[in-house]
């Protein structure tokens, strides 16, 4: 079980909450376990699972990125990056997730 914050980040809990709820990360799993463990709409098999409400729009980053943080992905690009959007707003997470394992001195 992981605690949002949607007094700190009501777009972003309200973006992961759908995607919760519709079931679109079951089946998913973690891919990157350094220093955080992340996991995103990815299968074992390296399949995307297709996410119907596209990337965020606005970057929520109020709270630091401390140990045992939940935080959404971004991603730093206006142009197509590799993740099948197009000209999505520079820094906005869309449904990768990643639990902070260290401070955030390597964020």
């Known amino acids: 079980t992981w605690g949002l914050r949607p007094d700190a980040a ?3 809990c309200q973006h992961i909450s759908r995607l919760v709820g519709d079931g679109r990360y079951d089946g998913c799993c973690f891919y990157r376990s350094d220093f955080v463990i992340q996991m995103g709409l990815r299968t074992p098999a390296g399949r995307q699972v297709d996410n119907p409400y596209g990337r965020l729009t606005t970057n929520e980053s109020r ?4 140990r045992g943080a939940v ?3 971004h991603w730093d690009c206006v142009q ?3 993740t099948g959007y197009k000209a999505h707003a520079p ?3 869309g449904a990768g997730v990643f639990f902070n394992l260290e401070g955030p001195s390597l964020l």
């Open 63 to 66: 709270l630091p990125n401390v």
């Open 71 to 73: 935080a959404i992905a």
């Open 91 to 93: 820094d906005c997470g």
């Open 10 to 12: 009501p777009v972003t």
């Open 80 to 82: 197509s990056c590799g």
